[in-house]
């Protein structure tokens, strides 16, 4: 790809931006050489204002995500791009979110822009277990695990019955849940049609991937093999 395009399409600048930074010398191999926009170089050998470049495409990251932000790039509040270098809302192809965390859900949320992985890991037969930690408003009354576990429990407004999910006790008013799929507000409705009502909600694990001590707030690029733990279970 044509070192301008490249630069832009990382979300670093637009075109007309990234020539200029090419009359000023700003594009250079690691040696210090200066690139014109007609040298081809390696994208790992390419450095900007001295800096390897961000990944190309086919990143993948996973970000802890705080309360009060939003899975989107243009919403009124504060959105997940915030945490992220301002340059990868401009990328392309678009980095997006790997399904959904509610603005008041906290935890792991992956991001890409492998069009391919984010389907295989969201699409419903995938069924790619999600772990959340939940307390709730009221104590467990001891019947949810069997009613998650059943396979019959149908959320309200919908017709399909849920696939069985796990639950762990964890105290009087806090559960571990592992689900396979990814319907809308579906731990809240869960809990909600066991006569409960969802007060935090944090994704600990997707597959056997964990946050593994990230902080909140933080993000961090996935390694092959942590990707590969999305997929495990
Ligand atoms: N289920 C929910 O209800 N909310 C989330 O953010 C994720 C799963």
Same mark, same amino acid.
């Not at 979110?97 to 391919?116: F, N, Y």
């Given at each position: 790809? *044509? ?43 390419i ?11 086919g ?27 301002e *340059? ?12 959904? /965390? ?20 969201t699409?419903? *037969? ?26 019959? /429990? ?73 990707i ?6």
């Open positions: 790809m *044509r070192l301008v395009k490249l630069i832009a399409n990382l979300g670093y600048a637009s075109q007309k931006e990234v020539r200029r930074m090419i009359r000023d010398g700003r594009l250079t191999l690691a040696d210090g050489t200066v690139l014109t926009q007609e040298t081809s170089a390696a994208h790992q050998d450095r900007l204002d001295g800096e390897p470049l961000d990944p190309p495409a990143l993948v990251l996973m970000l802890n995500k705080p309360v009060g932000y939003t899975c989107s790039t243009s919403d009124p509040g504060r959105i997940v791009y915030e945490l992220l270098p *340059r990868f809302l401009q990328r392309s192809p678009v980095v997006a979110p790997v399904g959904r /965390l509610d603005r008041d859900s906290t935890g792991l949320l992956l991001l890409t822009d492998d069009g391919k992985l984010l389907h295989r890991i699409a419903p *037969r995938s069924h790619v277990p999600k772990t959340y930690d939940v307390t709730l408003a009221r104590p467990l009354d001891g019947g949810e695990a069997a009613l998650f576990a059943s396979g019959t /429990l149908i959320l309200r407004s919908e017709t399909t019955p849920l696939a069985p999910a796990r639950m762990e006790v964890l105290g009087p008013n806090s559960a571990r849940i592992t689900i396979v799929e990814g319907r809308y507000h579906q731990v809240k409705r869960m809990f909600a049609a066991a006569g409960n009502h969802v007060e935090s909600l944090h994704r600990s694990a997707v597959g056997t991937l964990g946050l593994g001590g990230l902080d909140s707030g933080k993000w961090r690029f996935l390694s092959d093999a942590e590969k733990d999305i997929f495990a279970s």
